[in-house]
């Protein structure tokens, strides 16, 4: 019985997970639908240097 509460519990957070996820997306996706073009991508440029920066790099590289 203790094991069917668990799976009960995970499907639970698991339906969950994916409402909060599609919330997301239809979220992200109306603000990149209402963004101007130079505005969004100059965001995602810096998402992106952030991301791919040398000092970043090397970081993850030591670990």
């Not at 519990?9 to 990149?32: F, H, M, P, T, W």
């Not at 073009?37 to 000092?55: A, T």
């Amino acid at each position: 019985m203790k094991q069917n509460s668990i799976l009960t519990g995970l499907k639970e957070a698991k339906e969950l997970n994916l409402k909060n996820n599609l919330r997301y997306i239809d979220a992200y996706s109306d603000y990149v639908k209402k963004t101007d073009n130079k505005i969004w991508s100059k965001g995602q440029k810096k998402f992106l240097d952030v991301l791919y920066s040398k000092k970043r790099r090397s970081v993850s590289a030591q670990i």
